[in-house]
């Protein structure tokens, strides 16, 4: 059935005919099934409803009778639960994953009220998230929480109140005298969810592929007390008995009511903004990443509401959905493919990693091809093998990660996934370290790529900062012997000829390139540090190393023991380690020695403190967020960092219920969200300059 799915997942609609439509009514109740029965799906979610969509059409193409995308799939779950009948069937969403069909929506809510009589030039929108997890419904009579149940089909549900009662956001009792039926949905946090499968691994526990499935399986089972220990939450917003809700509080718009239901005491989407106008939805939606990303749990989309809750039944419903509300799906981020092969990756960390080759497969609009596999234990607990079809998740511009393995029988015989036992690169003896899961190989020193990846991380523009020298014009240079080294790149003025006769190389970029070699050479002691790639010795390390090097003989006799330098702020173990031996080494040595020769370092000196230490700024922790301009001139985060420092601040990186302030400028989005849900103070930037005295 997988590898039908497939098939059918390819095709265009154009290519559908009628004899497609029992295949594809095959495999819809096939991955019903799995989805809504047994939380074991085999394709993700943004697939199915490709393949809902493809036999939706056909079916609405040739009239066919008795539609099975008309039909309910989640019947034929066997349960221990009691089967309860609700007061009001569940109805689906219309679904959307572009933005003219959001703007074809709001035609048609126009063009249904005008058939009413009512011309409505500008209609009022909610927006929030749209979750997909586990359907709940919670009844409350006289004030107390007397039942829970979940669907079990779109009229019977399962009475699961025990389980329920475990969850602690629920409100258990309630300022409402009325009967009151909820309804929201369970989730479970990415972090418990991602906890959850460490432990199962560790286990040998069943390891769910999404965090809904965890939910789920999380609320059905029939020990309460694993529901308990979950950490699961219940996000209300919708209710059975809707009409009488709105009628006894004189509600009109579908906002007020979800403010009601929080006032109740009940959690609803922390995004629940109304529009005017669908182009402003719009703009929010495009916006809208930055703000997912604050978010502990997945949604995979934005739900759009007719606010007016009288115009809904004037615009009305279909069989399937109402015309009033559409989902806005986000583009994939999950999807299923095959694994072909696996290289083993060296890098300058002398770490090996596993990178899966996949079939090729495109996520929000990128055709991915490759995914790492972190280390080989993961392999291990994944128990992935060659050929295997995967869950693969790309977010934002992360690197894809596979996330599950889909059981497929037979898979048992499939290729076992190796460790390597000799470096891919100088065919040295891979090593493993201890209490570690890294394999490393040893032969840091005349290992090529570890040579290549280590110029390649010197030349970048956070450090040496060489504009015109990348990545691809690095390993070349290598292969042809124009370089050997990071002191040799300061050489390269000297190779013209060479240099001109690569049929990409012309006259303006090589004087670019030299100019841009000639400009590294006043690079500050601190990014110094960081270029040479010392394993543990970032920015904050090399903040405090530099206090270390007040003359050229400090680097070239290094002579500070491990229990000094792990008395230093910021430097303990491994890394002190990996210091000492980076100094003691001969051809480290060398290479320094040459580069003090070459580079117009300013070593360090005491700094004069500038600043009052008893002033009410000294020792404050800042964070920073937004794009920074100032009198039409563009400032720079490092400097701004530098005149936090030189102020007596102290940078942090994230905000946290430690951090004093959040300084912050335009386009300043995740951060600010988090700083004000914290109740840090935030700082504007010319605020800022006035505090510090500087125009």
Same mark, same amino acid.
């Given at each position: ?86 007061? !009001? ?61 979940? !669907? ?544």
């Amino acid at each position: 059935m997988l590898e039908l799915s497939k098939k059918y997942l390819q095709k265009s609609e154009e290519e559908l005919v009628f004899e497609d439509i029992k295949e594809l009514q095959k495999l819809i109740k096939y991955h019903s099934d799995l989805y809504y029965n047994k939380q074991n799906p085999v394709i993700s979610d943004y697939e199915y409803d490709l393949l809902f969509k493809k036999l939706q059409k056909l079916e609405e193409k040739f009239w066919v009778k008795n539609a099975e995308t008309k039909k309910v799939w989640a019947e034929v779950f066997e349960s221990s639960f009691e089967k309860v009948e609700h007061s !009001r069937p569940m109805i689906s969403l219309d679904n959307t994953y572009n933005e003219q069909d959001l703007i074809d929506f709001d035609e048609r809510v126009k063009k249904n009220l005008l058939k009413e009589n009512i011309f409505e030039e500008e209609i009022a929108y909610t927006l929030e998230f749209k979750f997909d997890w586990l359907w709940i419904e919670l009844i409350y009579k006289e004030w107390i929480l007397v039942q829970a149940i979940t !669907r079990w089909n779109w009229i019977v549900w399962e009475d699961v109140t025990w389980n329920i009662f475990q969850i602690s956001n629920i409100p258990k009792r309630i300022s409402y005298k009325e009967h009151l039926e909820v309804r929201g949905e369970v989730v479970m946090p990415i972090s418990s969810f991602e906890k959850l499968n460490e432990e199962a691994k560790i286990s040998g526990k069943k390891i769910f592929s999404n965090p809904r499935n965890a939910a789920s399986w999380s609320v059905r089972m029939k020990d309460a007390n694993i529901t308990k220990q979950r950490n699961l939450k219940f996000f209300a917003y919708d209710l059975a008995n809707f009409s009488d809700f709105v009628e006894k509080n004189s509600l009109k718009k579908y906002f007020s009511v979800i403010q009601n239901l929080q006032n109740l005491g009940f959690e609803v989407s922390s995004y629940l903004k109304t529009f005017t106008w669908i182009e402003g939805i719009i703009s929010a939606i495009e916006n809208f990443w930055n703000v997912k990303k604050t978010i502990d749990f997945e949604i995979d989309g934005l739900v759009l509401k007719t606010d007016e809750i009288e115009l809904w039944e004037k615009i009305g419903w279909t069989e399937h959905h109402p015309k009033y509300a559409i989902a806005y799906k986000f583009p994939a981020e999950i999807l299923t493919t095959k694994v072909l092969s696996v290289e083993h990756s060296i890098g300058r960390t002398w770490t090996i990693t596993p990178v899966a080759n996949l079939e090729p497969i495109n996520i929000w609009w990128v055709i991915v091809k490759r995914a790492t596999l972190h280390n080989y234990e993961e392999i291990e607990k994944l128990w992935l093998r060659i050929w295997d079809t995967v869950f693969i998740k790309r977010a934002g511009e992360v690197i894809p990660k596979i996330i599950s393995v889909v059981e497929t029988e037979g898979r048992e015989e499939l290729e076992k996934i190796e460790i390597p036992k000799v470096c891919p690169s100088c065919k040295s003896e891979v090593l493993k370290d201890e209490d570690k899961v890294r394999y490393y190989c040893w032969n840091s020193f005349d290992c090529p790529t570890q040579h290549s990846e280590k110029i390649i991380f010197a030349v970048w523009k956070q450090w040496l900062n060489i504009d015109w020298l990348g990545e691809k014009q690095v390993e070349l240079f290598l292969e042809l012997g124009l370089i050997s080294s990071i002191p040799s790149i300061f050489d390269l003025k000297n190779k013209k000829d060479e240099i001109l006769s690569l049929e990409w190389f012309w006259e303006k970029s090589f004087q670019n390139l030299v100019d841009s070699i000639e400009k590294a050479k006043n690079i500050d002691l601190e990014r110094f540090l960081t270029s040479l790639w010392i394993p543990g010795v970032g920015k904050k390390t090399s903040k405090t190393l530099k206090k270390l090097f007040k003359s050229k003989d400090d680097f070239l006799n290094f002579s500070y023991s491990l229990e000094e330098l792990e008395d230093l702020k910021d430097i303990w173990g491994e890394t002190a380690k990996s210091i000492l031996e980076y100094f003691q080494n001969e051809a480290h040595k060398k290479i320094l020695s040459e580069m003090m020769d070459i580079l117009n370092l300013e070593f360090y000196k005491q700094e004069e403190k500038t600043f009052d230490e008893n002033s009410f700024f000294a020792g404050k922790k800042v964070c920073i967020t937004g794009s920074f301009e100032r009198n039409w001139e563009k400032i720079s985060r490092d400097k701004l960092v530098e005149i936090l420092e030189k102020n007596g601040w102290e940078f942090v990186s994230s905000v946290s219920k430690n951090t004093d302030f959040l300084l912050a400028w335009e386009k300043a989005w995740s951060k600010l969200e988090k700083a004000k849900s914290l109740s840090v103070e935030i700082i504007w930037l010319d605020e800022f300059f006035e505090k510090i005295g500087e125009e």
